[in-house]
């Protein structure tokens, strides 16, 4: 339905008229999923990728012209690294109690569009809320774990969970020994936070990240789960958080600099 000619005349069109400077850039493919009204534009390097957005200004403009409901833009980079991690991914799966998450890497292997078959987990696990604790609660309620949910005292007002306490840094970086041994008093073998690891074994149980480990990033996670900000954290804490993201390559920095202003402002 949309051509890769198409869509840069278009993105050099809004340039032009708006003043932008006349960067060169390359789009390597388009992709088009009908069902959702998505487009998804593959830019061949991340230089390209920022042109093609152009501050967030160029792609508004640009889903307006062609009046689709989402347009996201990739870089071919990206994606290739993407898929070295859920290669690396599926191996540490592979032949254990967590191999029901197969399909779901299978499945971003091909992304975009993000298309996940119904998977149901059977692991008995525990969600500790931070910092992505939405997304980690729909996380688990999308692969039909059976999990209870742990939190700090106040820290997610909108959410139902066990309040616990704990240091306000626990939000960006969860206590692994005190999470392990909750999940032993509950008999759980997963344990689901926002780890700075994709996934470790510790003593027979699992530790996961599943946003590290399947490497999707902030503003997906926010379009796929929603997002609550927590109310109780350490602020040093958020920037090493937010930096850690950035430069793997899951958050845009504008968004972190824009998170960071819109918490420390309250």
Request: aromatic share 12%; proline share 6%; charged share 30%.
């Amino acid at each position: 339905m949309f051509t890769v000619d198409e869509i840069s005349k278009l993105v050099m069109g809004i340039r032009k008229k708006n003043g932008f400077p006349n960067s060169p850039f390359k789009i390597d493919e388009v992709r088009y999923d009908e069902e959702s009204d998505k487009l998804f534009i593959i830019a061949h390097d991340r230089t390209d990728k920022s042109v093609i957005i152009g501050n967030s200004f160029v792609i508004g403009r640009l889903r307006e012209r062609l009046g689709i409901k989402q347009l996201t833009v990739y870089s071919n980079l990206d994606l290739k690294i993407k898929g070295k991690k859920l290669e690396k991914a599926e191996n540490l799966v592979r032949d254990t109690e967590l191999d029901f998450l197969l399909p779901i890497i299978k499945a971003e292997r091909e992304f975009p569009p993000r298309k996940w078959p119904r998977v149901r987990g059977n692991v008995p696990t525990l969600v500790f809320l931070s910092f992505n604790a939405k997304a980690l609660t729909g996380f688990a309620r999308r692969l039909s774990l059976p999990y209870k949910a742990v939190g700090l005292k106040y820290a997610f007002p909108r959410l139902e969970y066990e309040p616990i306490e704990g240091k306000p840094r626990e939000i960006f970086f969860p206590d692994e020994r005190k999470l392990e041994r909750m999940a032993e008093e509950r008999s759980a073998g997963l344990v689901l936070a926002d780890f700075p690891f994709g996934l470790r074994w510790v003593n027979g149980k699992a530790l996961l990240n599943p946003f590290r480990f399947l490497h999707i990033g902030f503003f997906e996670l926010k379009y796929l789960f929603g997002f609550n900000r927590p109310v109780v954290y350490e602020g040093k804490a958020l920037i090493r958080f937010i930096a850690n993201l950035t430069y793997e390559g899951l958050m845009e920095s504008t968004d972190g600099a824009n998170l960071i202003w819109r918490m420390w402002k309250g």
